[in-house]
């Protein structure tokens, strides 16, 4: 791992990749990002992204990813459990998920997410991981949104709301 010195010392400073993992990484995806020419393009070859068939209206299937690299898989897998039990934007990513769709959506979706980090850092040399911190949902949800929400959650179950402005 000499050779890779620098690109383990990049990947070591996302949230879940250790030593271990990163070596995995590099030894199943490399360092040359010039193959896959966008982060979906990573994603898809990895198979970690979801496929949808629809027709009338109808969805088809049940959106699994497909037959990937298993080792990449596993190793993605347990980096994304791993960034799951941290106070980061890859651990609220996942309890968010995990909440609403259950951990092994979880475990795919952040995985996803780690491979479109991992694609940036090697694609642009001078890149370096930047977390977005544990309350990036709450800061980017507008208050009108989040307002209108609650309003129509208390309407639907019975309740007449009037909002008054707090003195």
């Known amino acids: 791992m000499a050779p890779f010195a620098d690109a383990v010392a ?3 400073e996302i949230p879940g990749i250790k030593a271990t993992a990163a070596a995995v990484i590099l030894a199943e995806i490399g360092t040359d990002m010039t193959r896959f020419p966008t982060a979906g393009h990573l994603a898809s070859w990895a198979k970690f992204a979801p496929g949808i068939k629809s027709s009338a209206g109808k969805n088809k299937g049940n959106g699994s990813t497909g037959h990937g690299n298993r080792y990449l898989a ?8 791993g960034a799951g039990r941290t106070n980061t934007f890859l651990g609220a990513r996942y309890r968010r998920i995990a909440r609403r769709r259950g951990k092994k959506k979880a475990i795919v979706a ?8 991992i694609w940036h850092l090697f694609s642009d040399p001078e890149t370096r991981f ?11 949800v507008s208050t009108t949104t989040k307002r209108r ?10 309740y007449h ?3 008054e402005p707090a003195a």
């Open 110 to 117: 952040v995985g996803r997410s780690l491979l479109v980090i």
């Open 74 to 81: 596993r190793v993605l897998g347990e980096a994304a459990v």
């Open 130 to 140: 930047n977390d977005l911190g544990i309350d990036h949902y709450d800061r980017h």
């Open 149 to 158: 929400n609650h309003v129509r959650g208390l309407q639907a179950l019975g």
């Open 10 to 12: 990049r990947l070591v």
């Open 161 to 163: 709301v009037i909002l």
